[in-house]
């Protein structure tokens, strides 16, 4: 499975927008495979933009409320990424936007094709939202504090790699592999649905989530065992995994 997110117009990714990125990086391959491709996603640094997508002008652009086309999710993508502020850092610390989502934005003009980028910036701990104007190539800024928009697959690879490396996860180590008899190491051998809805009553807890980007999960075994997750916060801003009480 690929840890890049698809165009928004595809059914999975609308439901994880919903309800949380639901990971299952085993899906299509063999354990071996999708292990080893979740050690290559969290070694590598990505291209600012996926390999093979397309980002050039598309010739003829959807109406003012109509799903993005592949075109125009790619030339979109080109111009927001152009765009960037020089000092943003994604989650793996590389120079770039973490990008979240695209889709239609929700005021939009009926002479105007425009798309919206959603972003999270790790320098400024910002949600950044960019509003592409597909015909004139022009693209403005907003900036928003304290957001905490569901997460990319890829920041919820690190959360789950940092919180299997934890000392506080040291219970949920040893349920799993009493439970499969093989010692968890790898988020590939998992199926967890990760969220940024950190409750407001357990922040006093980890008050850095009010400005920080955190994530908490939901999570079993390839074989049914759930896990317990659902106390364990994973602060991605500077790295640190705690226990809500």
């Known amino acids: 499975m690929s840890i890049l ?21 085993h899906e299509g391959s063999s354990p ?24 050039a002008q598309p010739s003829t652009l959807g109406k003012a409320l ?22 943003a850092l994604r989650v793996d610390g590389s120079r770039g936007y973490e990008f979240l989502s695209l889709d239609v934005p929700q005021t939009t003009s009926p002479d105007r094709r425009l798309l919206e980028v959603q972003s999270y910036d790790y320098a400024s701990s910002e949600l950044v939202s960019q509003i592409v104007d597909l015909g004139s190539g022009e693209v403005s800024e907003n900036r ?10 890829r920041e919820a690879l ?5 919180v299997i490396a934890s000392e506080t996860a040291a219970n ?30 357990t922040r006093q807890n980890v008050p850095d989530c009010e400005t920080d980007r955190c994530i908490t999960f939901q999570g079993r075994s390839l074989d049914g065992i759930w896990l317990n997750l659902s106390q364990i916060v994973v602060n991605l801003t500077d790295r640190t995994v705690s226990t809500l009480t």
């Open 5 to 25: 997110s698809a165009p928004p117009s595809d059914t999975r990714a609308k439901a994880a927008d919903r309800e949380g990125t639901l990971l299952l990086v």
């Open 32 to 55: 071996e495979q999708a292990a080893a491709s979740v050690v290559s996603a969290l070694s590598t640094t990505p291209p600012a933009l996926p390999e093979g997508m397309p980002t």
């Open 66 to 87: 109509d799903a993005p086309s592949v075109e125009e999710f790619g030339y979109a993508r080109a111009l927001a990424q152009a765009a960037e502020n020089d000092s």
């Open 144 to 153: 928003i504090g304290k957001a905490h928009p569901s997460p990319s697959e």
């Open 158 to 162: 690190f959360a789950m790699d940092l």
């Open 172 to 201: 949920v180590r040893d349920t799993f592999a009493k439970a499969t008899g093989t010692p968890l190491t790898n988020p590939a051998q998992l199926q967890f649905v990760a969220t940024s809805n950190i409750p407001a009553l």
